[in-house]
């Protein structure tokens, strides 16, 4: 079965994540349900899941100030098909979720509860501004891997025990940058973004690596950037220290304040990158009429982690597929979930015996080839203390109000 014992989700813009957004709803905390599904051909059906569970955990700020209201759906849904499908060894998957809020004493305990309480033998899918941070050393402590379908915080991709599927803040302002010094041709990148507690170093070490990969230095940085901010002096400031190409560490309505303040400013000669969420429908929506970008003064790109779900590639035909089936919005926060989903299942699946936590993380950390076409490279769990295993991107641009692949092929970055 999959199991959801979620609160009641209040849609919300996540005002300093760094990572996808979408919006959508949950269930009810004090409630828990057991989903399932039948599957199978017609000839021979196969028997549906009904062995003793398997406990697997899911952890994201479904509410609160910066919410994630869409995270561990795509997951669950992963779930409910291989459960319908004969489940794993012929046990099902029981899915538990637990929202953070977005406050770290609740992220804490609701860590706690699926580890202690529930038992889950590890989690998978998830967002949170805070989660990383709040919980890595309680998941080393208790032996437990995270397979994170969207990770956000330095501690997503520094600790052990945490193995996001995207690309991420870092790596994604970097690719950005590289994308734009590589691929576009210009030599004054610069970058402007937001700067939440503990995230310095990481942003630094972002910028720092497109340099020695580009033997450039950017024409500016500035992650002075907050959530109220009027982008204007930003951008002047850009302007005047002549960047041909502006990252943007940001999120979606900072993007579209930014083309606003363009459009009134009547900048031009200018590509602006912002990260993967700004890549939505929404965003698209609400910058159609732009002036700039419908004149070709400026250009909008955005880094889609995954491959581009506007599209039509065949690569993401299964899991359009499902989302279309269970109701699911398209956007990356479901890809990430979905790839999340999967590549646990893959490793439960090379277990022999008892799934135990202990069981499940030394499959974990011997998962260290997972290939989708969804991505660009194969994900990995792997050993370590850090990770990261997703180094590649594709770049859409926004054209006439709808987002369109100019990078048929990823964008990887090179490794040391």
Avoid at 38 to 60: N, R
Avoid at 383 to 388: I, S
């Amino acid at each position: 079965m999959v199991r959801r014992a979620v609160p009641v989700v209040a849609a919300g813009m996540a005002a300093v994540a760094l990572a996808l957004t979408a919006c959508g709803a949950a269930d009810d905390e004090s409630s828990s349900q057991a989903a399932t599904a039948s599957a199978g051909t017609a000839a021979s059906p196969p028997a549906e899941a009904s062995g003793e569970p398997i406990k697997v955990g899911g952890l994201a700020s479904l509410t609160g100030p910066f919410p994630f209201p869409d995270a561990t759906k795509a997951a669950a849904a992963v779930f409910e098909e291989v459960n319908a499908a004969g489940g794993v060894d012929g046990r099902p998957i029981e899915y538990h979720v637990e929202d953070d809020k977005g406050d770290p004493a609740v992220a804490t305990q609701a860590a706690r509860s699926l580890i202690q309480q529930q038992d889950v033998v590890g989690l998978v899918s998830g967002a949170s501004l805070l989660e990383c941070a709040v919980n890595a050393p309680f998941y080393q402590q208790s032996d437990t891997r995270d397979v994170t379908g969207i990770g956000t915080s330095p501690q997503c991709f520094s600790t052990p025990n945490i193995a996001p599927v995207n690309t991420g803040p870092f790596a994604g302002i970097t690719v950005s940058m590289y994308y734009a010094s590589e691929e576009l041709g210009h030599d004054k990148v610069c970058v402007i973004g937001n700067q939440p507690d503990g995230w310095n170093d990481a942003l630094t070490a972002a910028v720092d690596r497109w340099s020695e990969l580009s033997g450039l230095e950017p024409a500016m940085v500035d992650f002075g950037l907050n959530s109220t901010d009027d982008l204007t002096p930003f951008l002047l400031r850009a302007v005047k220290a002549g960047c041909q190409a502006l990252v943007l560490e940001d999120v979606d309505f900072q993007t579209i304040a930014a083309v606003k303040a363009v459009d009134t400013q009547g900048i031009k000669d200018i590509d602006l990158l912002p990260l993967t969420t700004s890549y939505s429908e929404q965003v698209a929506e609400a910058l159609a009429d732009s002036k700039a970008i419908n004149s070709g003064a400026i250009r909008l790109f955005a880094n889609s982690e995954f491959e581009p779900f506007t599209g039509d590639s065949s690569a993401n035909d299964e899991w359009r597929a499902l989302m279309e089936k269970h109701g699911i919005p398209l956007t990356s926060t479901a890809q990430g979930d979905y790839i999340a989903a999967k590549a646990f299942i893959a490793a439960l699946e090379t277990i022999e015996g008892e799934p135990t936590r202990e069981a499940v993380g030394e499959a974990l950390v011997n998962l260290t080839s997972f290939e989708t076409p969804m991505m660009g490279v194969p994900y990995a769990f792997g050993p370590g203390d850090a990770h990261n295993p997703n180094q590649a991107s594709k770049f859409v641009q926004l054209k006439d109000g709808e987002w369109t692949v100019v990078t048929p092929d990823w964008i990887v970055l090179p490794q040391d």
